[in-house]
């Protein structure tokens, strides 16, 4: 039967800030500071590491992808959106007689400031309209076919 080998000493040196981590690590899984020392010294030598890193990384380069087409459907939302009020607005506005401009703009800069409170509040505790968007486009379950 052999016997095991007995382990090694080997002194390390440690930045301060290092050391204080590895020790409140240690504290907080009740395990020695050389355990986990040694676990973390494996961890970096094994030859699947490698692998863990690139999964780790392929998973966050996933997240931000998605993250990223969310954001660019919702910036096509957006567009269309106001694409839509525009072309609306613009069809629907009749130009004023240079009299009654100033009056117009003086009543449009009220209307605006409004416009600017009711955003806030909405962008504060309502509902943001990519999400009433999103709701609408959801998929609907399709009824079942009929056969006869």
Known sequence: ???????????????PDLKRRLADFANRREQSASL????????FLSPDADERKEAAVVKRLNRIDRNLQRLERDLEIISETLALFVRSWLNSTVSL???????????GAQRYEKFIEALGRRFASGPKL???ITDQMAPREAPPIQTK
């Open 130 to 132: 990519q999400d009433e």
């Open 36 to 43: 986990i020392a040694e676990a973390a010294i494996a961890s």
């Open 97 to 107: 007689p240079e009299n009654e401009q100033v009056i117009a703009r003086a009543s």
């Open 1 to 15: 039967m052999a016997t095991p080998e007995k382990k090694q000493r080997l002194s390390v040196y440690l930045e």
